[in-house]
């Protein structure tokens, strides 16, 4: 199932009247936030963002990629990290 969280009444209203005439067959849980808390806080957006910005990109196996960038190149270094499997990792150019 899908599930979409909105905090703008407006919008929700727009949403599920979008849904219902254009998917009516999908199956969609949508939530109007009400909380005085930010959603964005909420949820850890501005954190997950923040991970997506930095150098350091952790991978799901455990292992991360570096990605440094100069005036020259860009150089992206692979690391095993955690990682201690025997998968052979490919990563096309």
Same mark, same amino acid.
């Given at each position: *199932? &899908? $599930?979409?969280?909105? !905090?703008?009444? %407006?919008?929700? %209203?727009?949403?599920?009247? +979008?849904?219902?005439?254009?998917?009516? @067959?999908?199956?969609?849980?949508?939530? +109007?936030?009400?909380?005085?808390?930010?959603?964005? !806080?909420?949820?850890? #957006?501005?954190?997950?963002?923040?991970?997506?910005? /930095? $150098? @350091?990109?952790?991978?799901?196996? /455990?292992?991360?990629?570096?990605? !440094?960038?100069?005036?020259?190149?860009?150089? #992206? !270094?692979? &690391?095993?990290?955690?990682?201690? /499997? &025997?998968?052979?990792? *490919? #990563?096309? +150019?």
């Amino acid at each position: *199932m &899908n $599930r979409i969280v909105i !905090d703008s009444k %407006e919008e929700y %209203e727009n949403i599920i009247s +979008f849904i219902n005439a254009y998917m009516p @067959k999908q199956k969609y849980e949508i939530t +109007f936030y009400e909380k005085t808390e930010s959603i964005f !806080d909420a949820y850890g #957006i501005e954190i997950e963002i923040g991970k997506l910005l /930095g $150098r @350091k990109v952790w991978l799901k196996s /455990g292992g991360y990629i570096v990605i !440094d960038i100069t005036e020259a190149l860009v150089a #992206i !270094d692979v &690391n095993t990290g955690r990682y201690v /499997g &025997n998968e052979i990792w *490919m #990563i096309p +150019f």
